[in-house]
């Protein structure tokens, strides 16, 4: 089976994702964090990288219960800004 390319929009949804993660882990190990999640430190580390840019849903649960976020916290931070949005602001 042939992986179809990420977009742009989707790798930059996954470095903002990232991001998010490794902000709400702050000081806490990631061996710590990827063995509560019950998932392996090298997966957190590809996740707070970028490098899996479209993790399972049920993976970003486990590690944003792990972190104390919640997922409209997530998806907030993931959201496209749209025009009307940014206008309102």
């Given at each position: 089976?042939?992986?179809?390319?990420?977009?742009?929009?989707?790798?930059?949804?996954?470095?903002?994702?990232?991001?998010?993660?490794?902000?709400?882990?702050?000081?806490?190990?990631?061996?710590e964090?990827?063995?509560?999640?019950?998932?392996?430190?090298?997966?957190?580390?590809?996740?707070?990288?970028?490098?899996?840019?479209?993790?399972?849903?049920?993976?970003?649960?486990?590690?944003?219960?792990?972190?104390?976020?919640?997922?409209?916290?997530?998806?907030?931070?993931?959201?496209?800004?749209?025009?009307e949005?940014?206008?309102?602001?």
């Amino acid at each position: 089976m042939v992986r179809v390319p990420l977009t742009a929009e989707e790798l930059e949804r996954g470095r903002r994702l990232g991001e998010l993660l490794r902000e709400a882990r702050g000081g806490a190990s990631m061996v710590e964090v990827a063995l509560t999640a019950g998932i392996s430190v090298e997966t957190l580390r590809k996740i707070e990288t970028g490098r899996i840019a479209t993790p399972a849903f049920f993976t970003i649960a486990a590690v944003a219960e792990v972190l104390g976020l919640s997922l409209d916290r997530v998806a907030e931070a993931l959201a496209v800004p749209s025009p009307e949005r940014e206008a309102a602001s």
